[in-house]
């Protein structure tokens, strides 16, 4: 079981930049799969992000590629959202989901969740 914590969400200007962090606890971090939603308010949870359990592979969708990087440290149990050019489209809580054998899109597929991290971009 793994237990995830989202940090580094707040309010920025439109083009800003913010990072996000989603530590986890246990020894066993690096065997899990790990992916960012997001939900906006009277939007269903939609996929954001994933990276593999060693990190080399990772997967965005149309709408926030090459402005959002996905990374993770291991020996930190940590891994991170940088986010680029944020515009008003991408205000919502964002959160970090786990899994060990599924890695994608699918918001059903993952096992252990944190409570989410609000961003919220000013126009």
């Known amino acids: 079981q793994v237990q995830l914590v989202e940090s580094g969400g707040g309010l920025v200007q439109a083009g800003g930049s913010l990072r996000l962090s989603c530590a986890a606890s246990?020894?066993?971090?690096?065997?899990?799969?790990i992916g960012w939603f997001r939900q906006a308010p009277g939007k269903e949870r939609e996929f954001a992000a994933a990276?593999?359990?060693?990190?080399?592979?990772?997967y965005y969708p149309d709408s926030v590629k090459d402005r959002f990087t996905i990374s993770r440290d291991n020996a930190k149990n940590t891994v991170y959202l940088k986010m680029n050019s944020l515009n008003s489209e991408d205000t919502a809580v964002y959160y970090c989901?786990?899994?060990?054998?599924?890695?994608?899109?699918?918001?059903?597929?993952?096992?252990?969740w944190g409570q989410g991290t609000q961003v919220t971009v000013s126009s």
């Open positions: 989901a786990a899994s060990r054998t599924y890695l994608g899109h699918s918001t059903e597929s993952y096992d252990y």
């Open positions: 246990g020894r066993t971090f690096s065997r899990y799969n």
């Open positions: 990276i593999s359990r060693i990190g080399g592979d990772t």
